[in-house]
């Protein structure tokens, strides 16, 4: 079941994001994946208190096909999972995995 969900990119700082899927979603737990036309990043999640999961973005020394901006971090928001947490994840090369845990 992969499909597209809607991505909002609140910030964008140097790593560059492409779209992102739903891969599989239950009642309380999904799985998402985030297309990076940046390479080798870091994936820094977070979870606000109000909003839910928020997840960020960041360059490394080994990241390359960057952004031509001061900024550093990336910022999205994935409005279809307001109000789930980021529960764990990981960055590859050009996708980032990312388990979703509802509240």
């Known amino acids: 079941m992969r499909r597209h969900t809607q991505m909002i990119v609140v ?25 990076m036309d940046s390479k080798n990043c870091n994936l820094l999640d977070y979870n606000d208190e109000e909003i839910g999961a928020e997840i960020w973005f960041a360059a490394n020394e080994n990241s390359c096909l ?4 001061s900024e550093e971090f990336t910022y999205i928001r994935l409005p279809e999972f307001d109000g789930w947490d ?6 590859g090369r050009y996708t980032a995995r990312i388990c979703m845990v509802k509240r």
């Not at 560059?16 to 009642?27: L, M, P, Q, T, Y």
């Not at 980021?86 to 960055?91: H, M, S």
Request: with cysteine; proline share 3%; charged share 20%.
């Open 66 to 69: 960057l952004a031509d901006t």
């Open 11 to 35: 910030t964008q700082g140097k790593p560059r994001v492409n779209s992102a899927f739903v891969i599989a979603k239950g009642k309380g737990v999904a799985a998402v994946e985030i297309n």
């Open 86 to 91: 980021a529960f764990t994840g990981e960055c």
